[in-house]
């Protein structure tokens, strides 16, 4: 059953001479929670107006179930949005919000008057159908907004940033109702964020937009442990993957030696060409660091460094030192730690990572080795 | 064209048509007429700079000129500093503000007529403010400017400056309610006195405000007709003409539609010389900024 | 009472603003002999209404003797429905433009916009000749398009910049919702510009009622404004001057525009910054 596929075929957009989006190819399956995530500017918010129709592509097409919306009117496409700012009307109420599309459409209003109060069961809108939008709370708007969505019985349902005008403690709060709500429904959704950790938690899968382009697509976990480039690697994680410049020492089939602040490192090649020589960069997660004297002594499956304490944020739950190293090109590495531990700046700190969690990038910022996939081995 | 542009774009058809005609065409038209010998009727016959060297022979044109210039200078200075004046005093939190307010900007509500009218009546030597303050005490005291041709413009002044002083304090106050009060605050705390603070910082911060409400008053001081014709008729004898009711009484009363037109034209162009400037720095602005 | 010159200037400058009202009303409310041997600033001795009576119901201006009641009709006559075409046209214009949907659109509203700096006296000629060929001179069709073009600049303006200020958000959630151009002004942005409506017919009530060059020129005769009937009527070299009547009718002529402008409150004070903050 193709009811509820998205599929975007070499799509493009440009606005005058800008190229905004330089060709997508994307499928999104049935019941799919699709997270767009980038930076601001990288055309996440472009991509989505494009499978509402409310922007039109100079190039490709876009399929919603078996049916080529390219250019087919956003009311006619079976997508709903929920938008950054709610743009919910001010001087109707609530029930008029939900239901304005099916008076525009036509519909008896008794029907719609039953399809509004379905959706306001399932938000639990029903006790404030007659207010105002200004009379309520941010979050209460968020739903309103949402519930205009169901009211409408979409194929896809599209979010553009819902949770950037709420505050912190709200965002978490909604951010587990729309997965709720998704759980519920079922239905695809495509949900546009900058947050990482939006992504992350409600994504059946992430497509990371950079520039205009797909720099990958696939679930959350996927992401993390196999970042496929630099700037997804970049991207994804918080705080960020530390990079450090290395050089290729040697290369041989399955793997390659790197040379890397004193040490030399022996991690997997994948499907990369490499040769000695060639600058490459490690990334290591912060959370993948292990700290004590002599942490890793012995194991030839990890590797050590020296380092000195450059500033320390205790966070109660957990502690990230930012430390300098003496030939580190890159300026700090973040170590985070789970706990609170006391940690004085300016002394030494011997920090240790096992190969299996390093990643390695080609001048280029391809991925080369898939940590974890196979053994390596340090030299 | 898209087509969700083909609605909005009908939309806009009954205005640009009228903005077409009736503001550009016209204009040319009027142009076109201003070099014929039109008298009653628009005729055809081009007559070259004729009618504009008429105009410019007629010392009753050149008096509405005068009189315009000397009207505009008086009356944009005089309602730029009444109406600064009264919204700083409104400005400095007084209680009933709204009281204060309302009562400066009640003669805008009004016509020009109205106004024109109602001076003439408290100008009027006879019985009016002259014939008053004799009844005082004051026998010799003299306030006829409505009747000497050499005073009446400023009759008009006077009046122009009572109706719209109001229109510059509440742009003003709009200017001055929108001061960052941490500025006051900064004043406060170096020690400057607040006469100060108003001449050589908030002043200055208004150059823009100043600006458009000149613009304003300049592009009123051009149309004015009504009020000229309420108050004094444009005499004693055409002592207090100017330049619209000039080419109004040649075009619709004395069957000099060429020479009208050419009078209207020069209008044209006095806005022009000076809205104009000011519309191009307003436009770069908007686009630079 | 560091504060008391603050209020004395203030309430001198509001005297001075209402001391021409005051005269005029205490002049309507004396008889003619009181006002010709008397002082303009005595207060009247013996207030009487005859005055009024008279410039509303029987006071002569151009050979009808019913007073001024007629031509405040006439000016109601044409007000509303002036007011009506020329807020509807100028909300739609300024709808339309304020979606920007070409570069012709900015340029289309420069050019409206320049228009509110042409003096009336240029275009009033040609728009005689256009209002004659359409058959409407000298009928209250085409006094109400004289004012709804002269109107048009300054409407479109406060209502284009008050729609561009609606988040375009809004406007894509219609789209979605299936309202098309029409029905998204009719069922959104209408109902949200309604202050600004208020604004613009308030102004817009004020300018008509007040205008005296278009009612002089495109008015029938006998349906004349009433700003044109008093100006006759005051202005008349003719026969003794009737000073109270006169002062009456002209309170009478002002007092719709000053009851509305008094009654909207801060409406008149934002159309007039609204118009002046060009955008």
Same mark, same amino acid.
């Given at each position: 059953m193709a009811k509820g596929r998205v599929q975007l075929h070499g799509v493009m957009k440009s606005f005058g001479a800008v190229d905004v989006i330089k060709g997508v190819d994307l499928e999104i399956a049935p019941g799919e929670l699709t997270v767009f995530v980038? @930076?601001?500017?990288?055309?996440k918010s472009t991509l989505l107006r494009l499978v509402s129709g409310l922007e039109l592509p100079t190039g490709g097409s876009i399929m919603i179930g078996d049916r080529?919306?390219?250019?087919?009117?956003p009311s006619e496409r079976g997508i709903a949005m929920v938008f950054q700012s709610y743009?919910?009307?001010?001087?109707?109420s609530v029930a008029e919000n939900m239901g304005f599309g099916l008076k525009i459409a036509g519909l008896p209003k008794n029907l719609i008057k039953e399809k509004v109060a379905r959706a306001a069961e399932i938000l639990q809108l029903t006790p404030l159908l007659?207010?105002?939008?200004?009379?309520?709370s941010g979050g209460q708007r968020q739903r309103v907004a949402i519930g205009r969505c169901i009211v409408r019985e979409p194929e896809v349902f599209l979010f553009d940033e @819902?949770?950037?005008?709420?505050d912190a403690a709200l965002r978490g709060q909604m951010r587990v109702e729309i997965a709720r709500l998704h759980a519920k429904l079922g239905a695809t959704m495509i949900y546009v964020t900058h947050d990482q950790v939006e992504a992350m938690t409600l994504a059946t899968r992430i497509v990371v937009l950079n520039a205009g382009r797909v720099e990958q697509i696939g679930a959350p976990i996927e992401l993390y442990r196999h970042p496929a480039n630099l700037f997804v690697a970049g991207f994804i994680g918080s705080p960020r993957m530390n990079f450090m410049d290395g050089l290729v020492d040697g290369a041989e089939a399955d793997s390659v030696s790197v040379r890397l602040n004193g040490a030399t490192l022996r991690l997997p090649r994948h499907n990369a060409d490499v040769r000695p020589g060639a600058k490459v960069t490690v990334g290591i997660r912060p959370e993948h660091f292990r700290v004590g004297p002599?942490?890793?002594?012995?194991?030839?499956q990890a590797v050590e460094f020296d380092s000195v304490i450059d500033l320390v944020e205790r966070l109660g739950g957990e502690t990230l030192a930012h430390l300098r190293m003496?030939?580190?090109?890159?300026g700090v590495l973040v170590v985070k730690m789970s706990g609170d531990i006391a940690l004085r700046i300016g002394t030494g700190l011997r920090v240790g990572v096992r190969l299996a969690q390093c990643h390695l990038f080609d001048a280029q910022g391809r991925a080369v080795g898939e940590p974890g996939s196979r053994a390596a081995v340090a030299a | 064209m898209k087509p969700s542009h083909r609605a909005p774009t009908l939309a806009l058809l009954p205005a640009g048509l009228i903005t077409f005609v009736c503001f550009y065409l016209f204009i040319a038209w009027t142009f076109a007429i201003s070099?014929?010998?039109?008298?009653l009727l628009p005729s055809w016959d081009f007559v070259g700079l004729l009618q504009y060297e008429r105009l410019f022979a007629s010392a009753r044109w050149w008096t509405a000129m005068g009189n315009m210039a000397l009207y505009g200078i008086l009356f944009i200075t005089g309602c730029l500093a009444v109406g600064y004046l009264l919204a700083i005093l409104i400005d400095r939190g007084v209680r009933a503000e709204g009281v204060y307010r309302t009562i400066f900007m009640l003669?805008?509500?009004?016509?020009f007529v109205v106004t024109g009218i109602i001076w003439q009546w408290m100008l009027?030597?006879?019985?009016?403010i002259q014939q008053a303050v004799r009844g005082l005490?004051?026998?010799?005291?003299?306030?006829?400017w409505l009747v000497r041709a050499d005073r009446s413009i400023y009759t008009v002044v006077l009046a122009g400056i009572w109706q719209q002083s109001g229109l510059c304090m509440a742009l003003f106050l709009a200017g001055l309610r929108g001061v960052d009060p941490n500025i006051w605050k900064a004043a406060k705390v170096d020690g400057i006195p607040i006469w100060r603070v108003y001449a050589s910082i908030i002043t200055p911060m208004l150059r823009p405000v100043f600006f458009t409400a000149a613009i304003l008053l300049f592009s009123l001081v051009v149309k004015s007709f009504d009020l000229v014709v309420a108050l004094?008729?444009?005499?004693?004898?055409?002592?207090?003409?100017l330049p619209a009711r000039f080419v109004m009484e040649h075009i619709?009363?004395?069957?000099?539609l060429g020479l009208g037109a050419a009078g209207a034209c020069m209008m044209l162009a006095t806005i022009a010389a000076v809205v104009g400037p000011y519309l191009y720095a307003e436009i770069r602005q908007k686009k630079g900024g | 009472m560091r504060r008391l010159p603050l209020y004395l200037m203030l309430s001198i400058a509001a005297l001075m603003v209402l001391f021409p009202l005051l005269v005029m009303l205490s002049t309507s409310l004396k008889p003619l002999d009181e006002i010709n041997?008397?002082?303009?600033?005595?207060?009247?001795?013996d207030p009487t209404l005859a005055a009024w009576t008279k410039a509303w119901g029987g006071a002569c201006i151009s050979g009808t003797c019913r007073g001024l009641s007629v031509w405040f009709a006439n000016s109601f006559a044409i007000v509303l429905p002036a007011l009506f075409c020329s807020l509807a046209l100028g909300a739609l214009t300024g709808y339309a433009l304020s979606?920007?949907?070409?570069?012709w659109v900015d340029m289309l509203f420069a050019a409206l916009l320049i228009?509110?700096?042409?003096?009336p006296q240029v275009t009033l000629y040609p728009m005689i000749v256009l209002v004659r060929e359409m058959g409407l001179f000298g009928t209250l069709g085409g006094l109400v398009f004289a004012h709804t073009v002269w109107g048009l600049a300054f409407v479109t303006l406060l209502f284009r910049n008050f729609f561009l200020s609606v988040p375009r958000d809004l406007l894509k959630a219609a789209r979605i919702d299936g309202a098309g151009f029409l029905a998204t002004f009719w069922h959104v942005m209408l109902p949200l510009s309604l202050p600004v409506c208020a604004v613009a017919l308030v102004l817009q009530f004020t300018y008509i009622w007040n205008d005296f060059i278009l009612g002089l020129t495109f008015a029938g005769p006998g349906q004349q404004p009433v700003t044109v009937a008093l100006n006759v009527l005051a202005g008349?070299?003719?026969?003794?001057?009737e000073y109270n009547v006169n002062m009456a009718a002209t309170m009478i002529a002002a007092l719709p525009t000053i009851l509305v402008y008094l009654l909207s409150g801060r409406l008149f004070v934002r159309g007039i910054a609204a118009g002046a903050v060009k955008g």
């Open positions: 980038g @930076p601001s500017g990288c055309g080529d919306v390219t250019l087919v009117h743009a919910l009307y001010p001087h109707m007659d207010r105002k939008p200004r009379a309520l @819902p949770l950037s005008n709420l002599g942490v890793d002594a012995g194991d030839d003496p030939s580190l090109s890159d | 070099l014929t010998s039109s008298q003669p805008l509500s009004m016509s009027n030597p006879g019985l009016g005490g004051w026998e010799e005291f003299a306030f006829n004094t008729g444009g005499g004693p004898g055409f002592s207090s003409d619709l009363n004395r069957q000099e | 041997h008397g002082s303009l600033f005595a207060l009247p001795q979606l920007r949907t070409a570069r228009g509110l700096f042409i003096p008349s070299q003719f026969g003794q001057q």
